[in-house]
């Protein structure tokens, strides 16, 4: 890793920088589909788990390992749990989405380049609770950190990561040999990408959307009213108009560029529920570079 990476050596993020983070972020996605049959080199895969290590961890505990998968046949038997658990889960779905729950591709775990479990060892410090007396979960919360860390930095690397949920985390433990005392947190279908899709799957099919920003901020007290100038300024971002999207063909279902509208003089005269973030748009607007978005957010 280049010291300049890792050496704090002034405060300051110049404009591109800025650019570079947010853009990993907003155009991050789980991916599933889309995965190529080639090999992720180890200095790639050393840059994530880096950046895995360096998350924020309660007393520095550093609670993660990082499983590596490579062996397709211990992943046939990772995607047969996973098959046995979707069966599980679909009573608990609203009737009326279980055929497209059926249909969603909820794992890619044989398809890509190889899969991580990532795990949380929960007597890493048991000795010297600091920061988990009263709040023993916080191990668990650092270890997600520690995903998103890698989650961010392979999107920045070209990388797609899925995770996958829908497995029961004791037969898991049982196949993959992991101690009691830790927990599987997250396990990481990883692997190149032909793309990464402008919004996430779900919101493509139907399942969800994203929530509108200003319905979620609170003032004070949970459900305090106010922060008015706050919402305005953020549903003022999700309104960002986008550069157009010239690398797509209309069929491939991206939703068109959200219409720029004047910035509203007061939250409380919005629809807040019109003024949701369109991904398709920052994902465009991101690739189109400085001055657009995230730039002109940032300014
Ligand atoms: C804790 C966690 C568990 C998830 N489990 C699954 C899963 O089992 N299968 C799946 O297809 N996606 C899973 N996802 C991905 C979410 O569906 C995805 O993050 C969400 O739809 C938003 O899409 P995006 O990540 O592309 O922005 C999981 C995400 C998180 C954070």
Redesign the pocket.
Known sequence: MPEYMTAAIDDGFDQNARDAVYRAMFT???V?SHFLPTAIDDDVLARLLLAAHHAPSVGFMQPWNFIVIRDIERRERVRDLFLAAREQELPAIETEKQALYRKLK??GICESALNICITCDRQRSKGSPLGRWHNPEMDLYSTVCAVQNFWLAARAEGVGV?????IEAEALKRLLAIPDHVTPIAYLCVGRVSEFASK???ETHGWGRRLPLPELIMSETFSGQGEAQLKSTVARLNSVSAAPDTTRPPDQGVAPAVPQREPPKEASALSLSSLNFDDASASRASQAGSGTWPAMVLK
């Open positions: 991050r996605r789980d599933r909820l794992e899925g995770w996958v949920s829908i996430p799957d779900l």
